[in-house]
C-alpha cells in the first residue's frame, strides 16, 4: 500500500477534515508527477516542470493510517494537496495541479490555527506562483489483462 496521496483542495473539510488545521508539512520539489487517462483508456505518466526552473513550495498533509482491523501495519501517509489545474495542466488531460505557495506563508501553514481555517484559505487564495507548466512523458502504463 503506498503512503503517498493527493488531497484535493474540495475535499479538505471531508475526507482530509482531521489533518487540514492540524498536521502539514512542506515540500520543496522541482517537477510533480500524475497520471493522464489517455483517449483509449490506457494511462500515461507526465512529468510536470515550471518553466521558470524555480523549485515549488507545495503544502502537503500527513496522517498515520491505522487498519480498524488490526491485520495491516500502521502506515505514514502524506498527501499533496491540489487544486483547479493550470490552463496547460488541463490541457495536457489533467484535472489538478499542487498548491504552490508564496515563501511568505510557510510560518502560517507549517504552525496551523484549527481554529482559524479561513487564514489556511486564504493561503490557497492568495496570487501563488502560478508558472507555465512544461510536461513530458515520464512512463507509458500499459494495463495487463
Known sequence: MSGNYNARRDDLGRYWK??????????????????????????????F????????????????WQDPEGIEP??????????EPEPEVAAAGHDRTVINIKPDHIETWLNP????????????????????YEYKIAAQLVRIV
Open 18 to 47: 482531521k489533518q487540514f488545521g492540524y498536521t502539514h508539512r512542506l515540500i520543496v520539489v522541482d517537477s510533480f508527477l500524475d497520471n493522464v487517462e489517455l483517449p483509449d483508456g490506457q494511462n500515461q505518466r507526465l512529468q
Open 74 to 83: 500502521d502506515i505514514m501517509c502524506f498527501a499533496a494537496m491540489t487544486d
Open 113 to 132: 490555527d484549527p481554529a482559524n481555517l479561513l487564514a489556511l484559505y486564504a493561503i490557497f487564495d492568495d496570487k501563488r506562483p502560478a508558472p507555465f
Open 49 to 64: 516542470n515550471p518553466s521558470s526552473g524555480e523549485p515549488m513550495l507545495v503544502v502537503r498533509l500527513w496522517a498515520n
